[in-house]
């Protein structure tokens, strides 16, 4: 009876160690500025790089939730990415020209 309790423990622990190693990612949350549903788009979009798992980015509380592999890409290089499409965050300022690109409703003040 031991020995099935101790091999039932066994088989637990190695498939949630095996779920824990598989998710094997890093979730973020910050800022980036933007106005609407278009803004969620664009932003959201341009995450479409190796490494970004589930990106969210919130109207409303301007907040976005990035999950992704730390072994593929870092939180500056997700950044950088949402830079280059024009809007700025709490890593980078958007990239001057792409902002002067986005739609009228999408071009927020900028600080």
């Not at 998710?23 to 609407?36: A, I, L």
């Not at 589930?54 to 593929?72: I, R």
Request: glycine share 8%.
């Amino acid at each position: 009876m031991k020995n099935i309790i101790l091999f039932i423990s066994i088989l637990i622990f190695t498939a949630t160690s095996i779920n824990v190693s598989a998710s094997g990612g890093q979730t973020e949350k910050f800022k980036v500025w933007g106005n609407c549903g278009m803004c969620k788009k664009t932003i959201e979009k341009s995450l479409k790089i190796e490494g970004v798992k589930k990106a969210s980015w919130d109207v409303k509380s301007k907040e976005l939730t990035v999950s992704f592999d730390p072994k593929k890409t870092s939180l500056k290089a997700i950044q950088t990415a949402i830079c280059a499409a024009g809007y700025d965050n709490d890593g980078c300022k958007g990239n001057d020209e792409a902002y002067e690109k986005l739609h009228s409703c999408c071009k927020y003040d900028r600080k």
